[in-house]
């Protein structure tokens, strides 16, 4: 299975950029980081493949991981369900 980064995350991107609820001044916090590292490296064991290197996939997946919790918090503790 190959994997296809959009053309809106640069490589070149800091992790450090990424803003959100979970994150400080400096950057998301290490518990993001470290969920997205353990995303990327079930992906690869599931046979994911692609031509990025790890940073920028990295980098990636803990922008997804902050916009999902940024939704989460705008959403509150809605009953998605009534």
């Given at each position: 299975?190959?994997?296809?980064?959009?053309?809106?995350?640069?490589p070149?991107q800091?992790?450090?950029?990424?803003?959100?609820?979970?994150?400080?001044?400096?950057?998301?916090?290490?518990?993001?980081?470290?969920?997205?590292?353990?995303?990327?490296?079930?992906?690869?064991?599931?046979?994911?493949?692609?031509?990025?290197?790890?940073?920028?996939?990295?980098?990636?997946?803990?922008?997804?991981?902050?916009?999902?919790?940024?939704?989460?918090?705008?959403?509150?503790?809605?009953?998605?369900?009534?």
């Amino acid at each position: 299975m190959r994997c296809q980064l959009s053309a809106t995350h640069s490589p070149n991107q800091s992790m450090r950029n990424i803003p959100g609820p979970s994150s400080t001044a400096e950057g998301p916090n290490e518990e993001l980081i470290k969920e997205a590292s353990s995303q990327w490296e079930l992906a690869k064991l599931m046979g994911v493949h692609t031509d990025a290197d790890q940073a920028t996939i990295i980098n990636k997946f803990t922008a997804m991981e902050v916009r999902d919790r940024q939704q989460a918090q705008e959403l509150g503790d809605r009953n998605m369900l009534s």
